[in-house]
């Protein structure tokens, strides 16, 4: 867990906005995650890459955008295309190169809010 | 694809009491099922996992066993301490190939 930070800790975004959060992690994982998370809903997934300048959409990647340049990094764009974008997303990272364990650890979160 | 049902959605029990969640799977092929456990405002953490070669296994006071056969797979905590009070995950994948499945949670309470 303590390998893998999210900034900003709160973020507040005013209509229309696009905002990124960013994502970065040191464990050597291979495969990261965004998961959107409302009360009641559990973690839906947004987008996920299993290797660098290589992604795909999970469940509800719609109004969102990725880029996986470099192995640690994974930032993403909520654009003004969410029409719901207020909840707390949370970034997450697993498989360690070489390896096929699918063992995800997740980063603190940043709580975004539309004003 | 898979599909995750977990229940009960709370569960309060008193200190020192069992707790017990369920999870059933949809898709025969998954082989990965870990439990995360996730305190307000928090990150969530993994708590234990298994993998579809046992049936059973154990960490202190947590358990998770897994029946290949009808889909489901529990997790039990026993000896219940007010820390255990947080929302409970379960997840499916098959390992190495496909993203986690999450279940809705379980907010679990344990009363004093």
């Known amino acids: 867990d303590g390998g893998i930070t999210q900034s900003p800790k709160y973020l507040f975004r005013k209509e229309g906005q696009n905002v990124t959060l960013s994502c970065e992690q040191n464990?050597?994982?291979?495969?990261m995650y965004w998961y959107r998370q409302d009360p009641g809903q559990g973690l839906r997934l947004i987008y996920y890459?299993?290797?660098?300048?290589?992604?795909q959409k999970g469940d509800i990647a719609e109004g969102y955008s990725v880029s996986r340049e470099k192995k640690e990094s994974f930032p993403l764009t909520v654009t003004s295309a969410q029409k719901n974008p207020t909840a707390f997303y949370l970034c997450?990272?697993?498989?360690?190169?070489?390896?096929?364990?699918?063992?995800?650890?997740f980063g603190p979160g940043t709580r975004l809010t539309v004003l | 694809g898979e599909n995750v049902e977990q229940h009960p959605s709370t569960l309060s029990v008193q200190e020192g009491d069992s707790a017990v969640i369920k999870c059933t799977y949809s898709?025969?092929?998954?082989?990965?099922f870990p439990w995360y456990k996730q305190e307000l405002g928090k990150r969530p953490q993994l708590i234990i996992d298994?993998?579809?070669?046992?049936g059973e296994k154990k960490d202190q006071r947590i358990a998770v066993t897994l029946n290949k056969t009808a889909k489901h797979f529990s997790l039990h905590i026993t000896e219940t301490q007010p820390e255990d009070s947080a929302v409970y995950f379960c997840?499916?994948?098959?390992?190495?190939?496909?993203?986690?499945?999450f279940g809705k949670g379980t907010r679990l309470s344990v009363i004093a």
């Open positions: 464990l050597n994982h291979d495969a």
């Open positions: 898709d025969s092929a998954s082989n990965y």
């Open positions: 298994i993998r579809s070669n046992v």
């Open positions: 997840a499916a994948s098959i390992e190495g190939n496909t993203p986690l499945v």
């Open positions: 890459s299993q290797i660098v300048n290589d992604f």
């Open positions: 997450a990272s697993s498989t360690p190169s070489g390896s096929r364990l699918d063992t995800q650890y």
